[in-house]
């Protein structure tokens, strides 16, 4: 059967792309499925293309922000993402850059400092090689907002803002002398105008200043001389826009002008001087000086209220198959079904027709459509269904082909594996939320996962905090691991929440039924883990026992050392205290790579920290102001830290389990996990001055009441009232107010009784 996606699917695209497909018929825009880290604002960022990768630098995470973020993305490489690289020794806004030589220079800009906006003539060479920053002559006047150009090994610097006014200069820097010299000024005053080469041609245009320019310069450049002239405006007055050039032709998007943001894009025939309009953008967007690209296509990078990356290609218009994830892996019970959801997009500007095929002898997999056509920007997800009624446990292994009319790609084979076992792990939901004190919409993001898991009992989850840099100058307890893990996920807005690493929400959305749906999913790996402190010292034991082969490529570990309480960081949305703040990762936020893994045999990690220096309350979450994990800490309280491990597929962002370590030795909870009866382990530590862990084994599900009694039988605390799962669990019990002696932990399941004596020493 032929089945279409709606138009509601795809109203956005086919309404952009339909508005000027009448007039130019040549040319065509597709997204690039990696938004950019930047977030918020999203805006004035400088861009640069060098030996197939694009690299970001700086920009406005919002409105009087700077930032000194550096990012860059693999052009080459299918399904990459932007990487976080250096940062820049001082946040930059509206600089510019450009790669001479292997190497990029970034210009200029400014940057915000006791709410003063501050330009800066400094020039950084950035070595890709070596992901440092070296510091070169600085420019004669301080610039920011320019226009900018390469011609051999000279950099060309024009316009912008110079001592606190519009600026018609040309400034010019020789990389290979790293001498700066002055030409002749170009013809008009503008911040925000764009520039591009044609030969030794310089087209400069638009910009503003008081009002919007139409102005298009041409600035010839001859025995190291540049001469000036006016040419044939630009179709309408614009700033802020970006400009590049393909096959000899300059190419100008976005920008904005007298109706506000503009997403049309224009064509310049240098040799008829001559002005056409080509395809539309996806969007609507400005503060872009520039689209970078390899000579065949062009990259429209971020923008105002825009975190994508558009490619612009220069021909006649087709579709593009485009789909994800890329293969397709079931993990079931034997005998159970399973569904996952295959999403086929046409990343083209006309429509795109697909054939869906399994093979015949696999009557396991099915698909629940045959043929589709997909419009043009729009996405139809296909379910590809699989039934392993009747089948033994094992691996089994089959193909999805799609077969379209994408000339580049006319066929795809999605390899899809189902993996049937007879015995499945508990699973622990990994909640991972993204928040910031300054950020009004993360209360009541708080407040609403507080409400859906306060009333579940910890051993079903695990949660963590991540403090974000964003927005206004962000939390204090932000710091470099935090954000990279953000970037991870390419989350550019807050509250921002990622369940099991495929939920991806605002954390407010998040309800009981999404943790449930997370919980039911099938789980092949038993995680176990522990950790013991000798003065500032925690060691982790991870142990990892898989009940299925584990073949996959970039597989982590990642352990959490957390503070299950804050106080400190309080700022400006209304929250007093915070809760499972991410405080350090180990050994980074990079994680462990685990290797391959197989069935039934244990694989066993061990991480060391030492918490370095004294605490520090950061001023706020800003580059300038955070936290140096190597040397300081931000820890409130020592007594007060909790530890995550889980296990993740970096690719496909696939989390296997996740645990909460238990505090003590790791022979504790081994020796438990043999019991069959009602057990209590040893507390630890044992004796014991200030919080204690103890850890039990319950054989079977059902209402455990833990108390403490004193030597003369009276009952002096509470420490478990509740229902609880069969297996082992562990709780934290604060005894700094019972006097030294020795105490009975007695605990109760369903009528049976077991106890444990605990030894408390106060320590004067």
Known sequence: MLIRNSFAKGTVSLVAVFLFAVIGAYSQWTKVNAPTPIVTYNALATQVYLDGTLYMFGGAPGLSQATAGAWSFDTKTPDAQWKTLASLPIPRVSSYAAAVNGKIYIIGGFYIANNTRVTTPEVLEYDPATNKYTTKKTMPTATYGMA??????????????????YSNSTQVYDVETDTWASQNNTLY??????????????????????????????GTVSAGNISWKKIGDFPKAITAMASGVLGGNLFVAGGSDADGASGTTYKYDASKDKWSVSFTMPVATYYVGNMVGDGTSLYFINGADNPETYKFVDGAPKPILSFAPNSIEYKLKS?????KTLNIRNLGVTELNVTIAVPKTDKWLTSESGEIIVDPGATFPVNMNVNSTGMAEGVYTSVITLTSDDATNASAVIPVKMTLVDVVAKRLPLLEVFTSSTCGPCKPGNEQ????IDPIDRSNYTVLKFQQDFPGTGDPYATNETLNRRYFYGINSIPRMEVDGGWDQNAQ?????????????ICLLNMKSNYVWDGNKITV?????PLADYNESNMKLYVALMEKTTKKNVKSNGETMFEDVVKKMLPDDKGTDITAMTKGKKVTKTLEFTVPGNYRLAKDGQPANRINLATENSIEDMENLEVVVWAQNTTTREVYNSSWATEGP?????????????TIGQNY???ASGTTTISYAAPKSGHIVMDLYNLVGTKVASIVNGNYTEGVHSVSFDIQTLPSGVYTIVLKLNGQSVSKPMTVVRFQ
Not at 449 to 452: C, D, E, I, S, Y
């Open 449 to 452: 996962l507080k409400k859906v």
């Open 189 to 218: 005053s503008a911040i925000y105008p764009t520039a591009s080469v044609i030969g030794n041609d310089i087209y400069m245009l638009g910009g503003q200043t008081t009002g919007l320019f139409a102005t298009v310069l041409k």
């Open 509 to 521: 959305s998040f309800s009981t039924q999404v943790l449930n749906d997370a919980t039911s999913q």
């Open 685 to 687: 530590p044992n004796p």
């Open 541 to 545: 034991t991870v142990s990892l026992d």
């Open 148 to 165: 900018g150009a390469v011609i051999g090994s000279k950099i060309y610097v024009m316009s912008g803002i110079a001592g606190g006014a």
């Open 335 to 339: 005998g159970n079904k399973g569904q």
């Open 666 to 678: 790791a022979g504790v909870t081994e020796d438990l996990e043999s019991s069959t009866e009602l």
